[in-house]
């Protein structure tokens, strides 16, 4: 059985979707904190069982039978690592044949203030005596483009990733590499460094916006502090607007780079072109 956390997530539906294109439905497992909310899922013939990173009973009971585990990686700031191992404990005592994590670029090097705990997560993975991959994911295109509509409304972009050229892909590419991996009859690689096949500052995404929009967006880049204001004065929580403030702060620099092609080539097909992100988004 193929188990997949968080799978009524936005990440874990695309994983299941891909995986149901490669494997029978009846050998996957939708493992989620609230089943209520993958109803859809079961219809296709997913088996979906209650497990919750908090409660390693219920995690132990969603892995029975398990033979590669996917773990995405909690949205819980501060505590996904102690929810992390409840999961990596579990698929142990399941004897998995593989345990693959949702981890972040180069995150044995990243500067990424999140990249922290994905460290933290990737000893335990690899502490657990477990086959494993780690599918470090760059940047997700979506970041940006969800929120482009607001940006078109108040004629700019703002971020603060200065000149920092970023590698992102789509969610679904990632979902594709997981699946991939996962649906594997043969060995796996322990890291994968996915990142977009191609780079953009968040300057070039101002320009094709305002190409597909017809309307000028600039990009205003900010000082970090101050990129962090503005994303709180339009509602998002402090910790989380200064957790993405320090991402594009380090992108800046360079963090959300990559030009291995990693991804693409293990998808079998280029990634998402910034035009065609934009382009969905509007």
Do not use: C
Not at 153 to 179: F, K, M, Q, V
Not at 187 to 193: D, H, I, L, N, S
């Amino acid at each position: 059985m193929i188990i997949v956390t968080a799978a009524s997530g936005q990440l874990g539906r695309l994983v299941i979707a891909e995986l149901l294109k490669r494997v029978p439905a009846e050998n996957i497992v939708a493992a989620v904190r609230d089943p209520a909310k993958a109803v859809d899922l079961a219809d296709q013939g997913v088996l979906v069982r209650h497990a919750d990173y908090n409660d390693p009973a219920s995690l132990d009971a969603a892995f029975e039978g398990a033979t590669k585990v996917l773990l995405i990686s909690s949205n819980d700031l501060g505590n996904r690592v102690s929810q992390h191992r409840n999961v990596i404990d579990a698929a142990a005592r399941a004897k998995a044949g593989l345990l693959a994590y949702t981890s972040v670029l180069h995150a044995d090097s990243s500067t990424l203030g999140l990249a922290g705990e994905h460290r933290a997560t990737e000893e335990a993975v690899r502490a657990s005596g477990l086959p494993y991959s780690l599918l470090r994911n760059g940047w997700y295109v979506e970041n940006y483009t969800v929120s482009l509509g607001g940006a078109i409304a108040h004629g700019a972009l703002a971020g603060g990733a200065g000149e920092g050229r970023i590698s992102a892909a789509a969610r679904a590419d990632y979902a594709e590499a997981a699946a991939v991996v996962l649906a594997s009859s043969g060995a796996v690689e322990q890291v994968y460094e996915l990142a977009g096949d191609t780079a953009f500052t968040l300057a070039e995404l101002a320009a094709e916006v305002s190409r597909q929009s017809g309307k000028a967006i600039p990009f205003h880049n900010l000082p970090q502090k101050d990129y962090a204001e503005l994303l709180v004065n339009v509602g998002l929580p402090a910790p989380l607007a200064d957790l993405i403030a320090d991402s594009d702060a380090q992108a800046a620099q360079g963090a959300l780079f990559d030009d291995s092609r990693t991804l693409g080539k293990l998808i079998g097909r280029p990634t998402i072109s910034l035009a065609d992100a934009v382009k969905a988004a509007l």
